[in-house]
């Protein structure tokens, strides 16, 4: 059978549309049937009417390859909102693991961990999250790549294996939503130092930021100052609880995402404070206000409550709205070449 650059260039196009619309896997599949369904219509002879019931086979066929097709690319691709939801939570539980680890050294040393342990000659060797491992709940601390050696720096070559994955206390998986590699590496919960000593809390006692771009190797001492904590707090960059409800093109989420803010206590009964979701202030003031306040469950919320309501937005995905569009349209073109074709026939036979 012979194929005229059209028709190559057609099936091409319809291809090309199929992946972008309904997916690298779906989207070929999907374009070999819209191709069957033409090739079924082209080899009726031009001279031949095709019949009102080949003629709608065909157009119900290619339809409900289409719908399958891109429903079933928008179900696996689409986060529903119960996962957000469930995102949601892991996040401030795992933060939660994380204070309880940093109150657990307390209990043991007195004190808690320094952010950044260093060696004589003033080298960087461990980060806090390091010290803190022998303290975290055991079903969450040894799931890292490989045991971390406190007696080598963070950059020695087994400690550079143990860095592959973090232990999942560190990790949370909402803000590592949207990166595809190396998010394994990275430390979610940042613990904000001091402006001129990144070894030295900010406040009195630890207080642990969520953030996703930082990209913090869990192991690699250094954290986030508190001057780039409030930048955060006060613009909303990189928060990834947007209370999105999942939907497939139109949807809603929160005009202001929000973020996990965390502190240990400063009491001796080692009590923490709860992981608290916060969108953004309004001002760099407020925000420096209630992080020094965390320890006061009174005093925050009233900070909190002088924060606009949160909003939410209807969210188009134009993108994928724009991709099923073409690919239908595609799948459909033909069906004006072969009318305009099999008229010309037919007006050439009555001529005849």
Same mark, same amino acid.
């Given at each position: 059978?012979?194929?005229?650059?059209a028709?190559?260039?057609?099936?091409i196009?319809?291809?090309?549309?199929a992946?972008?619309?309904?997916?690298?896997?779906l989207?070929?599949?999907?374009?070999?049937l819209?191709?069957?369904c033409?090739?079924?219509?082209?080899?009726? !002879?031009?001279y031949?009417?095709l019949?009102f019931?080949?003629t709608?086979?065909a157009?119900?066929?290619?339809?409900?390859?289409c719908?399958?097709?891109?429903?079933g690319?928008l179900?696996?691709t689409?986060d529903?909102t119960?996962d957000?939801?469930?995102a949601d939570?892991?996040?401030?539980f795992? /933060?939660s693991?994380?204070?309880?680890?940093?109150?657990?050294?307390r209990?043991?040393?007195?004190?808690?961990?320094?952010?950044?342990?260093?060696?004589?000659?003033?080298?960087p060797?461990?980060?806090?999250?390091?010290?803190?491992?022998?303290?975290?709940?055991?079903?969450?601390?040894?799931?890292?790549?490989g045991?971390?050696?406190?007696?080598? !720096?963070?950059d %020695?070559?087994?400690?550079?294996? /143990?860095?592959?994955?973090?232990?999942?206390?560190y990790?949370?998986?909402?803000?590592?939503?949207?990166?595809?590699?190396g998010?394994?590496?990275?430390?979610?919960?940042?613990?904000?130092?001091?402006?001129? #000593?990144? /070894?030295r809390?900010?406040?009195?006692w !630890?207080?642990?930021?969520?953030?996703g771009?930082?990209h *913090?190797?869990?192991?690699?001492?250094?954290?986030?100052?508190?001057?780039?904590?409030?930048?955060l707090?006060?613009?909303g960059?990189?928060?990834?609880? #947007?209370?999105a409800?999942?939907?497939?093109? *139109?949807?809603r989420r929160?005009?202001?995402?929000?973020?996990?803010?965390v502190?240990?206590?400063?009491?001796?009964?080692?009590?923490?404070?709860? !992981?608290i979701?916060?969108a953004p202030?309004e001002?760099?003031?407020?925000?420096?206000?209630f992080?020094?306040n965390? #320890?006061?469950v009174?005093i925050?919320?009233?900070i909190l409550?002088?924060?606009?309501?949160?909003?939410?937005?209807?969210?188009?995905?134009?993108?994928?709205?724009y991709?099923?569009?073409?690919?239908? %349209?595609i799948?459909?073109?033909?069906?004006?070449?072969?009318s305009?074709?099999r008229?010309?026939?037919?007006?050439?036979m009555?001529? /005849?």
């Amino acid at each position: 059978m012979r194929f005229r650059l059209a028709t190559i260039a057609y099936a091409i196009a319809l291809v090309a549309s199929a992946m972008s619309g309904a997916g690298p896997v779906l989207g070929p599949v999907a374009a070999a049937l819209v191709l069957l369904c033409w090739l079924w219509i082209h080899r009726v !002879p031009w001279y031949e009417p095709l019949g009102f019931v080949r003629t709608a086979t065909a157009a119900l066929a290619i339809a409900i390859v289409c719908v399958a097709a891109v429903g079933g690319y928008l179900y696996a691709t689409t986060d529903s909102t119960i996962d957000r939801v469930a995102a949601d939570a892991t996040c401030k539980f795992r /933060a939660s693991l994380a204070v309880d680890a940093l109150n657990n050294y307390r209990g043991v040393h007195g004190a808690f961990p320094p952010l950044i342990v260093y060696d004589d000659s003033g080298r960087p060797v461990h980060s806090w999250r390091s010290l803190v491992l022998p303290y975290l709940d055991s079903r969450v601390a040894n799931n890292a790549a490989g045991p971390y050696d406190p007696n080598q !720096p963070w950059d %020695a070559d087994a400690n550079l294996t /143990a860095a592959r994955t973090a232990p999942i206390a560190y990790r949370c998986p909402a803000a590592q939503r949207g990166f595809q590699w190396g998010v394994d590496v990275h430390a979610s919960y940042l613990r904000i130092s001091d402006n001129d #000593d990144p /070894a030295r809390d900010a406040f009195e006692w !630890p207080v642990l930021i969520e953030t996703g771009r930082r990209h *913090v190797t869990w192991t690699r001492p250094g954290d986030i100052s508190l001057n780039d904590a409030l930048d955060l707090l006060t613009t909303g960059d990189d928060a990834k609880h #947007d209370g999105a409800d999942g939907s497939f093109i *139109v949807g809603r989420r929160l005009a202001r995402p929000l973020r996990i803010v965390v502190a240990c206590t400063k009491y001796a009964n080692f009590t923490q404070s709860s !992981p608290i979701f916060v969108a953004p202030f309004e001002s760099r003031q407020d925000a420096a206000e209630f992080l020094s306040n965390l #320890d006061n469950v009174k005093i925050a919320n009233s900070i909190l409550s002088r924060q606009s309501q949160l909003e939410q937005v209807t969210q188009i995905n134009w993108a994928r709205l724009y991709a099923i569009v073409a690919f239908v %349209a595609i799948a459909y073109m033909p069906a004006i070449a072969l009318s305009r074709r099999r008229t010309r026939e037919a007006e050439r036979m009555a001529i /005849a």
